[in-house]
Each structure stands twice: as structure tokens, then as C-alpha cells.
């Protein structure tokens, strides 16, 4: 593996063990009431965001109609961005395609036989055990491949055996341990039981979406799509991806992609964040934001897909991608952004 194939990978790695120092202040001052339009309209709420100085992009709409699509600080909404871990939710989905087409029998579907060829020599009897679920909800109970430990599993040779021969830190089932290597898992199991690539198979399964595109995608040495970082997308596409998910799973006129009850499914909490207390699904994190439930994907920097069922709405943001998101506060002005669009909503 080149330095130019690893470089992204130990950048991302380090950012993610920086300490904030000064100009991250900036990304994570919270706004005023009255800009953030707390209790104003959306024009209001969205003026208020030009502050947050590592915003790009916001969207927002509403039964389908766009109410607001703005750039900031020179960026737009047509522009590509990586978005990092929100990609984990459109894996989920793709899993999901994949369990209707019988190309897996469900959530409770070993790994272990369809990733035999990696396995480890002398595998711990607990892998024997995990299941698609286990790696959907990140609860494989094996030590986690992101944070401090992402740069050690992108720069081993075999990102799927790396993955497979981590040792267990509880057993499988047990609280959540966030690991891209969980979702990386997964596409090497399409791979696999689809007999393509997994942006082959996202390119024929989402290709009646219409906005909805994939660009640029990283690989591992083997050409397995990276499941869950490193995905490039436009927001308006994100969004698109976003309006599938609010419509239950159904293109704009009517064309059922994701199933139904997947959605549904995806959307029920299995577990908890350690670091946020969040819910987490299937891909998805769930949380009370503005009064309101919302299922949201969440990608390093501020990469943010929300989804208020209740108001039918779709709420897409897109951030730098070098900057951290969560450790700084900026993920928690995102949220506030929300709240405040969600209020003017409500008083609309």
C-alpha cells in the first residue's frame, strides 16, 4: 500500500487524536437564541448559521418540497464532500436490499461462514457467533478499529482478516463498541453474497433514486469498498438518500428500494453511545432533538443526515471534513441548528 493510498487514512487518524486548541473555539461557539431563530422562522435560522465557520452546506425540506438549499463561506450544495461515517447508514440499507433479495437470510446470519477465507487460524469460539446484526449495531463485542485504533486497521495489508482477528472485549451482543471495522465487515459480505462490488451493487440497486449518486469511494488492497468512511457525495445527493429513508423506503414515484420494514427496524434502538448516550440502530443514531424524535447519520467533521418522521422532514448539513465534530462541541451546534429549524417549522 502506497503512502498516497495511506496518507487520508493517518490523517484522519490523527485528527481524531488532536487537542482543540484555539481555532476550533470558532467551529464550536454556540449561537444566540435570537440568530440561531429559535424562535424565528427558517430564513432566520439558517442566517444565523453562517457563525458556524466549518458549515458547507445545509438542506431542508418537507413533504417533499425543498423549503431551503444554501452554501456557506463559498461552499454549495452541488459540491462533492466526503461524508465520512454518515455512509454507515447507506450500508445499512444495502444490507437490507440484500436480505430481501435472499442474498442473505437476516440479521441473525452468522459471518463466519461467508467470511471463513479470513478467519483467524485458531478463531476465538465467540466470532462463531457474531451476526450481521452484531455488526449493524456495532455490538460484535470485539475491540473497536476506529479512533486511536483506525490508523493500525488501514494500514494492515488485509483490512478484512485485520478486522477478524481482533481480540474480544465482551462478548458478542453487549453494549456498543463504534467500529468502522464492523461496517467495512459488511461490505466485504455483500461483496461477497452479491457476486460484485459493493459500489457495483449501490449503483444497480439505488439507480432508480433519483439524485442519488456515489462518487469516489476508497478500497482496501483486496478492492473491498471501504463499508462506513471515505465515501464521496454531493449533499443534494445525501438528501436524496435521506428523502428515501422519510418515504419508507420508496423513490419519489413510488418504487420500493428498501424495504419497508427495514427502515422500520433500522430505526429501533438496540443500543447506547458511550460517548454521546445516543440510540443506535441499525446504521442509525436516535436522539430528542428540538422537541422532536430524530433519526439521524452522523460522518467525522459534521457530516449530518436528519430525519424527523413526525414533521416530514429531511435535514441534510455537510461540514469540513478535517475538523472534528464531537470532542469540540460543533456536532451539538449542529444539533442546535436542528432544534431551531424544527421550532420555525412548528410555529410555521
Known amino acids: 500500500m502506497t503512502l498516497a493510498h495511506v496518507l487520508p487514512y493517518i490523517r484522519e487518524m490523527l485528527n481524531r487524536r488532536t487537542i482543540l486548541g484555539a481555532p476550533f473555539v470558532l467551529y464550536a461557539t454556540r449561537l444566540p437564541a ?38 456557506y463561506h463559498g461552499h454549495s ?32 446470519q452468522p459471518i463466519a461462514p461467508v467470511l471463513k477465507a479470513d478467519l483467524p487460524a485458531n478463531p476465538d469460539p465467540r466470532l462463531l457467533r457474531v451476526t450481521i446484526g452484531n455488526l449493524l449495531s456495532m455490538q460484535t463485542g470485539m475491540d473497536p478499529l476506529s479512533g486511536p485504533n483506525y490508523g493500525r486497521f488501514v494500514a494492515s495489508r488485509n483490512w478484512v482478516r485485520f478486522a477478524l482477528a481482533q481480540e474480544f472485549v465482551e462478548d458478542p451482543g453487549g453494549s456498543m463498541l463504534y467500529s468502522t471495522a464492523s461496517t467495512h465487515l ?16 449501490a449503483q444497480e440497486w439505488f439507480e432508480p433514486l433519483d439524485g442519488f449518486r456515489i462518487g469516489s469511494w476508497a478500497r482496501d488492497r483486496q478492492g473491498i469498498y471501504l463499508g462506513g468512511n471515505q465515501m464521496a457525495m454531493t449533499t443534494r445527493s445525501l438528501h436524496a438518500f435521506g428523502e428515501l429513508y422519510r418515504r419508507g423506503g420508496r423513490t419519489a414515484d413510488g418504487v420500493q428500494l428498501v424495504p419497508e420494514a427495514w427502515v422500520r427496524t433500522s430505526w429501533e434502538q ?19 432533538i428540538g422537541e422532536a424524535d430524530v433519526r439521524f447519520a452522523w460522518g467525522y467533521g459534521g457530516q449530518m443526515l436528519y430525519i424527523i418522521p413526525e414533521l416530514q422532514m429531511t435535514v441534510t448539513m455537510t461540514s469540513e471534513e478535517e475538523a472534528p465534530s464531537a470532542a469540540n462541541g460543533y456536532r451539538d451546534r449542529l444539533h442546535d441548528l436542528l432544534a431551531a429549524i424544527i421550532q420555525s417549522q412548528r410555529s410555521a
Open 34 to 71: 435570537q440568530e440561531a431563530g429559535s424562535h424565528g422562522s427558517l430564513a432566520d435560522s439558517l442566517n444565523g448559521a453562517e457563525r458556524l465557520r466549518a458549515l458547507e452546506a445545509v438542506i431542508v425540506s418537507r413533504d417533499g418540497e425543498t423549503l431551503a438549499e444554501r452554501g
Open 77 to 108: 450544495p452541488a459540491e462533492s464532500t466526503n461524508i465520512k461515517s454518515a455512509s454507515k447508514s447507506i450500508v445499512s440499507a444495502l444490507v437490507g436490499i440484500a436480505i430481501s433479495k435472499g442474498l442473505l437470510e437476516g440479521v441473525e
Open 186 to 201: 459488511l461490505s466485504a459480505i455483500l461483496t461477497k453474497v452479491g457476486k460484485k462490488p459493493t459500489l457495483a451493487l
Open 270 to 288: 438496540r443500543t447506547n453511545s458511550r460517548y454521546s448516550g445516543d440510540g443506535y440502530g441499525y446504521g442509525w443514531f436516535l436522539k430528542r
